[in-house]
């Protein structure tokens, strides 16, 4: 019996530290995007400005499609290498008619391509029109958009120079949250999106390996876009991701232009956002089985294969699973050796601490302007009870005495069944707030308790209800649930933010 609880004490304090290895790689990227300036090989390049096809899925899109079409005529580009291919997805709404009226204010710039049968998805949808674009010889270089997403003037111009090095085969641009007016949601993706795009992209660019091409704002030269077969994956509902990959298989380089904006409406409540980040998180799962000999293996990529990015994408990936296994380690230590779980404990929160602010300050830095929108749901980004966790492993004394001592004063004294309870509480959060998050979605459609969905997840965090979707994804792929494109509702409130 003594043997066997010595395994499990080693095996459980493993899985402790083996569960800060998502914090360990967010530490690694967020250490090196200070060097990005020396990795951008903008000496190298020039104003280029190759032929553009513009091409935009759209179903349903009449609200927003004016407007997107008015902004990427009034780009800093030469017109006469412009055109705009909106390709109408069988839409029921007064798409046709908004295109009609396009086309003939922008006759040698706008084209209306309109499949007859629709509601196959978004890579069907393009690659209806990539084949009549690549069909002509017009076209050097093909951007895919978003049919709602707004362009800064120069955001195209700065991505096309990527394109005069003929070792990149694409580009993506800086997707930023821009609803107007935005909700609680709405902010919480506009701080991720530095996060995870602005800050994580500048360091995938260093490492030489890009995960994902922004489905909003993605430019091919038409040379890559035949070399990886002239049309979008659609086996998958992660189509940018497999693009990205083939690109890169393929031998030419995908770079994040951090400095092209492109501005972008988000869902604007739970139920919104979990439909776009379940197709999402589902999109990840196919990747990673359809790609599972490339994970670690130098001989496919050398960066694609190699540590760096195997981590990183790992680390988002089985995020839900690390956490689950930092908490269930947690209270099986309880048991068998406390003294060593409470220092187990202390470390996860102090390496979550460490990171946290390294995070949080770093994109406050890099998007100064979205983290003054959003700096309220930046800082609650992990939840209310995991801030808490954090300040009580870095200043114990605080709980330990002068929360205890002002307990005592209002008559209330902590029992030692009483303690217990509360320690393995905080063993569990590490899991438990996916679970809490989780109840923030259900919650949020229900008549008269709706409301709770909101300081649900301010309690929990906005990480959590991520990876909770992720778990989501894992059980609907077990199941081999249908591969349903469900489309972010637009309503056209999305506008260019200025400082």
Sequence with gaps: MAVILIILKYLFTFLVFFSTLPLITSFIQFSVIGFHRFFTGYDKLKEFFPRVAIIVPAWNEALVLSNTVDQLMGMEYPRESLRIYVVDDASTDDTPEVMAMKMAEFPDNVFHLRRDKGGQGKAHTLNHGIKIILSEEWCEALMIIDADVLFEKDALRKMARHLSDKTVGAVTAYIKEGSNPGTYITKF???EYITAQAASRRAQNIFGAMACLAGGAQLHSRENLIAIGG?????????????????????????????????????????????????????????????????????????????????????????????????????????????????????????????????????????????????????????????????????????????????????????????????????????????????????????????????????????????????????????????????????????????
Excluded at 266 to 292: C, H, M, S, Y
Excluded at 419 to 439: D, E, K
Aim: hydrophobic share 55%.
């Design 189 to 191: 993706i506009s701080f």
């Design 231 to 499: 049309a979008i994956d659609t086996s998958s509902l992660a189509e940018d991701t497999f693009t990205t990959f083939k690109t890169q298989l393929g031998g030419r380089r995908v770079f994040f232009e951090g400095n092209a904006t492109v501005w972008a409406e988000e869902p604007a409540d739970i139920i919104g956002l979990w439909k776009q980040r379940l197709r999402w998180a589902r999109g990840n799962v196919q990747v990673t089985i359809q790609f599972w000999r490339l994970w670690f293996n130098r001989k496919t990529h050398k960066k694609l294969g190699g540590l760096i990015f195997g981590l990183n994408w790992f680390s988002i990936f089985l995020m839900p699973i690390f956490m689950i296994c930092g908490s269930v380690s947690l209270l099986a230590l309880f048991f068998i050796d406390f003294p060593l779980s409470w220092k187990l404990f202390r470390m996860l929160w102090i390496a979550s601490a460490i990171t946290y602010f390294l995070v949080t300050l770093f994109s406050f830095a890099i998007d100064v302007q979205s983290a003054k929108y959003s700096w309220k749901q930046g800082v609650l980004f992990p939840g209310v009870i995991s801030l808490i966790l954090i300040t009580y492993a870095l200043f114990p004394p605080i709980f330990e005495v002068y929360a205890v001592a002002l307990l005592k004063l209002g008559g209330v004294k902590l029992t030692a069944g009483a303690t217990n309870v509360l320690i393995l509480f905080m063993y569990a959060w590490i899991g438990l707030c996916m679970a809490v998050a989780y109840l923030a979605k259900i919650v949020e459609k229900v008549k008269f308790i709706g409301w709770l969905a909101r300081p649900l997840i301010y309690l929990a965090g906005f990480g959590p209800l991520l990876c909770s979707i992720i778990v989501v994804s894992y059980i609907k792929e077990a199941r081999g649930a249908e591969m349903k494109w469900d489309k972010t509702e637009k309503t056209g409130k999305v506008g260019v933010k200025t400082a």
